[in-house]
């Protein structure tokens, strides 16, 4: 886990203990975020933003992965999407990849 430097919205700000997806999504005992629940809207922000970049290969691979319907392949594809985009894209994917995995789901259901 490290803190990374992360964009929301339209703000550079700092996540702390951001994990890999691949890491977060095996986190499915955590009482406060269900990891499994989460990936679906994720990747659905994850394709609005490569979308938005005209990245064609890198929105056929989280497509690709998704159809196959296994958590991890998913995340894995998320991550790997990460290491080949660019630094400004980068960081919009971390900062969504931030809000899901600090988000505790028993305090929006209250």
């Known amino acids: 886990m490290s803190d990374e430097t992360v964009i ?7 996540c702390p203990n951001l994990v890999p997806n691949s890491k ?3 986190q499915a005992e955590n009482p ?3 990891p499994p629940c989460l990936l679906k809207p994720l990747a659905e922000f994850y394709l609005g933003a490569l ?3 005209k990245l064609d290969d890198q929105i056929k691979k989280l497509t690709d992965a998704w ?3 296994n958590i991890l392949t998913i995340a ?8 080949v985009v660019g630094e400004p894209l980068k960081k919009k994917l971390k ?6 995995q600090t988000i505790k789901l028993s ?3 209250d």
């Open 51 to 53: 979308e938005d970049a």
């Open 107 to 109: 305090a929006v259901e």
């Open 95 to 100: 900062g969504f990849d931030c809000s899901a």
């Open 24 to 26: 977060w999504v095996q």
């Open 8 to 14: 929301t919205g339209e703000e550079e700000h700092t």
């Open 76 to 83: 894995e594809a998320m991550d790997n999407i990460k290491d």
């Open 32 to 34: 406060d975020n269900c």
């Open 67 to 69: 159809e196959t319907e």
